[in-house]
């Protein structure tokens, strides 16, 4: 069963690799909860590449508000569907449906 979550935290680690890039937030599960570093799975870079995506997309200590899904086993992991910039932007993740705009 796919458990939604949605986090809003500093960006303190940006991971752009294969299989699945990723990146690391500080945020707590709920409003007022315990804030702790979670690791947020995104789509392949080759995927984000096509969606407009650059290694310089996210930066370190931006705060990015990410909707998705939380891993099956409880841990502080989540697979990205959408994350919203800074600057207000929605970008589609490419991991688990969504928004195709692209980040530039």
Request: aromatic residues 6%.
């Amino acid at each position: 069963r796919i458990k939604p979550v949605t986090l809003t935290g500093p960006v303190t680690k940006i991971e752009w690799i294969n299989p699945h890039a990723r990146f690391f937030m500080d945020a707590a599960r709920e409003p007022g909860g315990k804030v702790v570093n979670w690791e947020i799975e995104l789509s392949s870079t080759a995927g984000l590449l096509r969606r407009g995506w650059t290694r310089n997309s996210l930066k370190v200590g931006e705060t990015v508000t990410v909707s998705g899904s939380l891993a099956k086993d409880g841990s502080n992991l989540a697979n990205a569907t959408t994350v919203t910039l800074s600057d207000g932007k929605r970008v589609f993740a490419g991991s688990s449906g969504g928004d195709e705009t692209s980040p530039q």
